[in-house]
């Protein structure tokens, strides 16, 4: 069996924060690839602004670098388990990973979770235990718990023979040995390392062509551009080939562009053969898991699973008071274009129309995976309305059932008992409980995903910021009766529109946490405040003072009041309740009750109760 020595494919994969990104940029660094005078910004892999801010990689991005002669072509995946139909299909196309955990934290769930998708896929693992250089470094335990996770995740032999090397990508050094004193400065280890366990690919270029197709890109000028592997055989522009769909037909076209991977950047070529990592040009519906082959030779690899969504919200156009005046994109024909756009590159995502032309079911993997959607829409001048995010329940064997996360917590001690009391009031069941040292404990449970919604703002005020949570998608289990979770708090609801002020914002801050500062636009029915108690509660923040004198006229500008709780994005996902939406403009996020009328509200509370 011929192989292609000059070639390696590897993907890097890791638990959020664990130093994926940092770890490929020093590769990008210390190989033979960039020329002198390119400088490297920090995280170069993660091109889109929100990964840039949030420090977290949201889309898989491949890369290549030359190292004494032989191209590694390597996959940096998201780490995040919402991402995870990127994770799965970008392991059909390497041949071994680089599993990168924390020297200090160890194993964490999504660790758990990328991990057990390579291993399925009988990759070869190479750890890199990364932060060696942590004061707080505990790497001989470290990689006890990776072996622990390994043999719990079924490892055959040769994947529990897995070579270490102890790394910190933030200083680009690198060593076989765990002593912190023994790094050396260079990534070499790391890529000699690659070179003598991950195999090189098979080279069967003188068969017929399997091109599959793992992930895909949107261009404008190219329309949409396919990435993958080829399994066998060669691929040359010009050639006639068939693309085999999904549902078994077959589409002939003729490939117009190929472009292959060289440091950060695509590179156009003119053909590539089995073993190398590609992107194709000049089929306009091409999709994930199809294969492209010679139009005489239509033999198709099997089709790629793909995650199911878990999660689904609304999305409307916007109706409120204030709609339409801070957007560039408020139609229903533009936000449904943009939807559909998204579809093109984003397979774990599904849009489906309702009754109504203005309202959209959009269904995703959780919670962040929408709300990245909903943030990349506002910045791009969009002005919608959402829901409050509800689980898909799907029917196994004629039962209900319904998605389980698995949640691990690392907290001090002290919080221990109000957490577990917390997580079972919302149906969790607790696992396992490990004391880590230093006052400091971690708790794992299996929770259903409906309790987890809007959980963590109660969480990290009951931990005093200090509690850190993780939680991914388990399984599907039979359904819990009754309502889970859900907000304790009533909302602040103003009974006016005009502009809040000082004087009426101090009457209401006893009735609970306010939400608006003074000068702030309000109408009747948004949603200003939350409640300190169970119920909704009109309030008026628009009220002046009514000034009789003089002297008191400026006495307002003296009084105090709190600073106002500013909303992000994701707290007001989380605040949300089955009655109310979130409306999201390119300048605001307002939290509004869907009836805006009070007397209309209550008459359909009424309703509603009668008919329970």
Known sequence: MKLREDIRNVAIIAHVDHGKTTMVDELLKQSDTLDGHVSLEERAMDSNDIEKERGITILAKNTAVSYQGTKINILDTPGHADFGGEVERIMKMVDGVLLVVDAYEGTMPQTRFVLKKALEQKLIPIVLVNKIDKPSARPAEVIDEVLELFIELGADDDQLEFPVIYTSGINGTSSLSEDPADQEASMNPVFDTILEHIPAPVDNSDEPLQFQVSLLDYNDYVGRIGIGRVFRGKIKVGDQVSLMKLDGSAKNFRVTKLFGFFGLNRVEITEAKAGDLIAVSGM???????????????????????????????????????????????????????????????????????????????????????????????????????????????????????????????????????????????????????????????????????????????????????????????????????????????????????????????????RGTVFVEPGTEVYEGMVVGANSRENDLGVNVTKAKQQTNVRSANKDQTNVIKKPKVMSLEESLEFLNDDEYCEVTPESIRLRKQILNKGEREKAAKKSKKAD
Request: proline share 5%; net charge negative.
């Open 284 to 510: 306009e519906d091409i999709f994930v898991g199809e294969t492209v082959t010679p139009t005489d030779h239509q033999d198709a690899l099997p089709i790629l699973h793909i995650d199911e969504p878990t999660l689904q919200m609304t999305f409307l156009v916007n109706n409120s008071p204030f709609a339409g005046r801070e957007g560039k994109f408020v139609t229903s024909r533009k936000i449904e274009e943009r939807l559909l756009n998204q579809l093109q590159t984003d397979v774990s995502l599904k849009v489906d129309p309702t009754d109504s032309p203005d309202a959209w079911i959009v269904s995703g993997r959780g919670e962040l995976h929408l709300s990245i959607l909903i943030e990349n829409m506002r910045r791009e001048g969009f002005e919608l309305q959402v829901s409050r995010p509800k689980v898909i329940v799907k029917e196994f064997d004629g039962r209900k059932c319904e998605p389980f996360e698995r949640v691990q917590i690392d907290t001090p001690e002290e919080y221990m008992g109000s957490i577990i009391e917390s997580l079972s009031q919302r149906k969790g069941e607790m696992q396992d409980m490990i004391h880590t040292g230093n006052g400091q404990i971690r708790l794992i449970f299996l929770a259903p995903a409906r309790g987890l919604i809007g959980y963590t703002t109660e969480f990290m005020s009951m931990t005093r910021g200090y509690g850190i949570m993780h939680h991914t998608f388990d399984q599907y289990l039979p359904m819990i009766q009754g309502t889970i979770g859900g907000r304790r708090n009533g909302a602040l609801v103003s009974v006016d529109t005009g502009k809040a002020t000082t004087y009426s914002i101090m009457s209401v801050e006893e």
